[in-house]
């Protein structure tokens, strides 16, 4: 599959599956390789690509948000979207696999944060690397999120959103979502 994407030619009517070959497969691959091997989750998606309105895009309760920067500038960011329901069944998923604990947080505290943030950090980690090398992006620092003030940051610069639902076999739906900033 040919994943070259040119930034500089993207259009509203044009780069949808562009975008959604390039950037958001491998993140969406990668989550669903993950929750089954860290949580013993299944998950799918059908990976068909919306344009979300800038103005209908919100905060669901629990987000990572990760920079993508070619060239010296900022081409966008990444963000895996949760909204509080699915972060805790994640959570507590991969913490009772690492801990073997059966602990069921019902809500977002330390533990199932920091279950959280490992969760995302090897699901970045293996689409990064991927990314990386195909189209010499490089990336910022992960952004945990879990409030809505903090998450007004995702927003900055950003022209177009293009998300991709990710849904657990248990229940529960989240987004990957690229913020284009051209």
């Known amino acids: 599959m040919d994943l070259s994407y040119d930034f500089n030619d993207a259009t509203p009517d044009n780069d949808r ?3 959604r070959n390039a950037v958001l497969v491998p993140f969406v691959n990668e989550t669903i390789l993950t929750l089954a ?11 068909l690509t919306y344009r979300d309105a ?5 905060f669901k309760g629990f987000s990572v948000g990760l920079t993508t920067i070619k060239q010296g500038k900022v081409e966008g960011k990444i963000v895996m979207n949760h909204d509080l329901g ?4 994640i959570g507590n998923r991969v913490r009772a696999k690492m801990l073997g604990t059966t602990e069921n947080a ?13 969760f995302a950090n090897t699901v970045i980690g293996l689409a990064t690397r991927h990314l990386s090398a195909t189209h010499k992006f ?5 952004m945990y999120v879990s409030n809505q003030a ?13 998300s991709v639902p990710v849904d657990l076999e248990i ?12």
């Open 86 to 89: 699915t972060a805790l069944a």
């Open 37 to 47: 091997s860290m949580a013993d989750l299944k998950a799918s998606s059908d990976l």
């Open 106 to 118: 019902t809500a977002l505290n330390d533990q199932v944060s920091e279950a959280l943030a490992e």
């Open 138 to 142: 490089s990336f910022g620092t992960p």
């Open 150 to 162: 903090d998450s007004e940051l995702f927003l900055n610069g950003v022209k177009q959103i293009f």
């Open 171 to 182: 229940g529960g739906r989240f987004y990957f979502s690229y913020l284009l900033h051209k």
């Open 54 to 58: 800038l103005d209908t895009f919100v």
């Open 17 to 19: 599956s562009s975008i």
